[in-house]
């Protein structure tokens, strides 16, 4: 079953503006990474943030952790056309690794 | 350096026949993962590889898939009897610790499996 929730499932905007992509989770975490997926393909890491860690920023990339809410948001900021892909964030439990995956975000930029 | 490789990149099958894919991983990393991507199952884990460590096969669906690594390096996954409820994209990923450290997991393109 999926650990995480990704809200929203679809977000359509134009070039230059800012994208904001939730997600939430179920049970403790060790870390939280995010992903980019183009064309249904192989996943490409983005950003990881550890469970002590609250704030973290890579580029045009601000992901934030609350694990009191049990939730995370990556920001893209500025977006590029080139930005179009899914968006999937990803929790690494006290369970030896393996990834636990949110059902994705489809970010559209429109140029 | 290369990035994690798979093949076939397609793999057209009839329903009952036998498939093998391949992954091989950066060198270097000691963990090594699949999962397979469906529609309607979203991104699921299937068996995590460490080192020289039992292999988490907690994610395989049914016995018809088995995965093994030889050396430490290249990975086969095998799904017998194939049913076309198998049929997904196939991702491997590897890492350098894995553990309850956690690990950036570096994927490969994956393997999309359609069975007729």
């Known amino acids: 079953s999926q650990q995480g929730e990704e809200d929203p499932q679809a977000l359509s905007i134009q070039e230059g503006e800012n994208a904001t992509m939730n997600c939430s989770y179920k049970?403790?975490?060790?870390?939280l990474q995010w992903y980019r997926q183009n064309s249904g393909r192989g996943l490409v890491h983005l950003i990881l943030?550890?469970?002590?860690?609250r704030e973290k920023h890579s580029g045009r990339l601000r992901v934030t952790l609350d694990t009191s809410k049990k939730s995370s948001s990556l920001l893209i900021t500025a977006s590029r056309a080139a930005d179009t892909a899914s968006y999937f964030c990803?929790?690494?439990?006290?369970?030896?690794?393996?990834?636990?995956f949110g059902q994705g975000t489809e970010l559209s930029v429109k140029p | 350096g290369a990035g994690v490789s798979q093949s076939p990149s397609n793999k057209v099958t009839e329903k009952g026949k036998d498939v093998e894919l391949r992954c091989d991983p950066i060198?270097?990393?000691?963990?090594l993962y699949w999962y397979r991507q469906s529609l309607g199952q979203g991104l699921e884990f299937l068996i995590y590889?460490?080192?020289?460590?039992?292999?988490?096969k907690s994610g395989l669906p049914s016995d018809r898939f088995s995965a093994e690594r030889t050396g430490g390096s290249v990975s086969t996954l095998t799904i017998q009897r194939t049913q076309q409820e198998d049929s997904a994209v196939y991702l491997c990923?590897?890492?350098?610790?894995?553990?309850?450290?956690?690990?950036?997991?570096?994927f490969g393109p994956g393997t999309r499996l359609t069975v007729l």
């Open positions: 990923a590897s890492g350098l610790a894995g553990g309850s450290t956690g690990d950036t997991q570096y």
């Open positions: 049970t403790s975490i060790n870390n």
């Open positions: 943030i550890r469970s002590n860690e």
């Open positions: 990803a929790t690494d439990g006290y369970q030896g690794g393996k990834l636990i």
């Open positions: 060198s270097g990393h000691t963990a």
């Open positions: 590889f460490q080192g020289n460590s039992a292999p988490d």
